[in-house]
C-alpha cells in the first residue's frame, strides 16, 4: 500500500513517521512545499520506506498528481487547501483522510462523486475536530434518549505567561478565528449560529491544569450529523481563566476587524496588525504544551438520568520530541488511514469520524490510541 502524506510540519511528520512502521504500508511519500521541510521529515522518520517529494501544493492539479498513485492519503494541509485536497483526491480515486473540518457543509455536496469515484474521504480527522466528535457520537448512542452533548477541547501551555496565558504551537490564523467567527451548534434537531465567545464558562482540570475557561466554537460536522440525535450539541474551546475576555475586548475596540482602515494614508487590515503584534508575544519560552480534552453526554438510560463523562489531560510527548497536539491531531488521522487501507473501514462517500468510529469499531479505536499514549478516562453517573 502507498500512502501520501500532505504537508510535512509537525503533526505531518509524525503521521509519516508512525505510518511508516506499519508492515502492510509499503511506501509512504512525504510531500511539502519547501525542501527544509521534507529533509526534516526524511530525517526524523529514518525509515527507507519514506521518500520526499517537494512540490507546489497550492493548486487541485498540484495534490492530483501527487495522489493519483496512491492508495491513501492524508492531508495536514491549512484550511485554506482543505477542499482543494479534496476535489483532488476524489479525481485521483485516493482515499482521504483531512485534518481539517470546516466548511463541512460545501464538503458533503461532494458526497456523491466520492462515492462514484469509490473512494472514501474523512473530514475533520485530529482532535478536534476528531476524537471528541466520534466521544460525543457514541455517548448519544449509549443513551435511550440524548438531552445535551459538550466537546471540550483546548492545547494550553505547560508554562504560561502573561498577559494571555497562551502560545501558538501552530499557526496564528486558524487560531484567530475563534475570536470573530461565530459559533454552529444544534438545538432540537436545527443549527444555530452563536456570537463569537459566546457561552463563557469556568471549569477545572486535573493537576497541574487547574482553573480554565471555556467559550462555545464551531462544531463542525457534529452539528450536522448528531443534530436530529440529541437535543443540544455545543464544541468549547479551552483556554487559561482570562485569556477569553481580554480577547474579547480587542475584539470589541476593532483590532480584530478584517475591514481595511486607513493609516497615515496606508492601508492597514486591523486583523493583520494586531496578529503581527500578537505572534511574537504567543511563542511562549517552550514548546511543552498540554491538550485537555472532555466531553459530558447527558441524557436517559433506562429511565434513569445519566452522564457519559471521557476526559484527557495530554503532555508534551518528550519520547517522539513533538507536541501534545501534533501527537493527539496526528494519531487518530494515522490510525484511521491504516484502517481504511487495512480494509477495516468499507463506506465510501464523505464520511466523518462520527458516523465510523462507533457501534463495535469503537473499543477498538480506543485501545489504539492507548497504545500511542493517548489515554481517555470513562465515567458513567447516575443521578
Known amino acids: 500500500m502507498h500512502a501520501v502524506v500532505l504537508g510535512t510540519g509537525m503533526i ?25 521541510n521534507v529533509d526534516k521529515c526524511l530525517l526524523v522518520a529514518d525509515n527507507p520506506k519514506v521518500n ?3 512540490t507546489d501544493l497550492q493548486t487541485e492539479k498540484d495534490i492530483y498528481n501527487v495522489l493519483k498513485d496512491a492508495d491513501i492519503g492524508i492531508a495536514c494541509l491549512p484550511h485554506s487547501l482543505s477542499l482543494t485536497a479534496i476535489n483532488a483526491a476524489i479525481a485521483a480515486k485516493c482515499n482521504l483522510v483531512d485534518l481539517v473540518g470546516s466548511k463541512y457543509e460545501e464538503k458533503i455536496k461532494l458526497d456523491n462523486r466520492a462515492k462514484q469515484a469509490e473512494v472514501i474521504i474523512v473530514p475533520g480527522c485530529g482532535v478536534a475536530p476528531g476524537i471528541t466528535n466520534f466521544l460525543a457520537a457514541k455517548g448519544i448512542e449509549m443513551l435511550d434518549e440524548a438531552d445535551e452533548a459538550v466537546m471540550i477541547c483546548g492545547g494550553i501551555p505547560r508554562h504560561p505567561l502573561p498577559p494571555l496565558w497562551y502560545q501558538v504551537v501552530f499557526r496564528l490564523e486558524s487560531v484567530m478565528g475563534l475570536y470573530t467567527r461565530p459559533a454552529l451548534a444544534a438545538e432540537n434537531g436545527k443549527l444555530i449560529s452563536l456570537p463569537p465567545l459566546s457561552g463563557l464558562e ?5 493537576e497541574p491544569v487547574g482553573e480554565c475557561e471555556a467559550v462555545i466554537t464551531d462544531a463542525h460536522s457534529a452539528a450536522y450529523t448528531l443534530k436530529d440525535k440529541v437535543k443540544k450539541l455545543y464544541e468549547k474551546t479551552v483556554r487559561y481563566s482570562g485569556h477569553w ?16 482602515i486607513e493609516v497615515d494614508g496606508n492601508p492597514v487590515s486591523p486583523a493583520r496588525f494586531t496578529e503581527k503584534i500578537l505572534e511574537p508575544k504567543l511563542r511562549g519560552k517552550s514548546n511543552e ?3 485537555v480534552l472532555r466531553v459530558v453526554v447527558k441524557g436517559k438510560r433506562d429511565g434513569m438520568s445519566t452522564s457519559y463523562t471521557w476526559e484527557m489531560v495530554d503532555f508534551y510527548d518528550h519520547e517522539r520530541n513533538i507536541t501534545s497536539m501534533a501527537k493527539t491531531t496526528a494519531i487518530p488521522a494515522m490510525l484511521v488511514a491504516n484502517w481504511i487501507v487495512n480494509g477495516r473501514i468499507k463506506e465510501k462517500g464523505i464520511i466523518p469520524v462520527e458516523k465510523i468510529m462507533i457501534g463495535e469499531r469503537f473499543d477498538p479505536f480506543i485501545s489504539e490510541l492507548n497504545e500511542y499514549g493517548i489515554d481517555l478516562r470513562f465515567q458513567e453517573k447516575h443521578y
Not at 508512525?18 to 512545499?33: F, P, R, S
Not at 469556568?202 to 486535573?206: E, K
Not at 480587542?250 to 475591514?259: H, Q, R, T
Open 245 to 260: 475576555s481580554k480577547m474579547a475586548v480587542l475584539a470589541e475596540l476593532g483590532y480584530l476587524d478584517k475591514e481595511i
Open 202 to 206: 469556568l471549569m477545572n482540570f486535573p
Open 289 to 291: 504544551d498540554i491538550t
Open 12 to 36: 505531518g511528520t509524525t503521521v509519516v513517521r508512525e505510518l511508516a512502521k506499519y508492515q502492510n504500508i509499503e511506501k509512504v511519500t512525504a510531500v511539502d512545499g519547501v525542501k527544509e
Open 52 to 54: 520526499g517529494h517537494v
